[in-house]
């Protein structure tokens, strides 16, 4: 059984990324809102057509680290 704490950071997240953080991160290139992509775990920015990287559940948000989108 999951303590409370637990039960309630579960449902605050999305996949590897916690939904509030979400709503406080944008594209630090475009300074455009992020949409998660739980399939590739990253952070993608369609005005600046970058895909940042999540890892271990922290996202990388450089620039330099970031895939190019389509």
């Known amino acids: 059984m999951k303590k409370p704490s637990e039960a309630s950071k579960s449902a605050r997240t ?3 990324v916690d939904v509030k953080m979400l709503e406080l991160l944008v594209c630090p290139l475009s300074y455009g809102p ?8 990253e952070l993608l920015s369609p ?3 970058l895909a940042y990287p999540v890892r271990d559940g922290i996202p990388i948000m ?7 989108l389509p």
């Open 47 to 49: 005005r600046a057509k």
């Open 62 to 68: 450089l620039v330099s680290e970031a895939r190019n």
């Open 14 to 16: 999305t996949g590897a």
């Open 34 to 41: 992020l949409k998660f992509d739980a399939e590739t775990d």
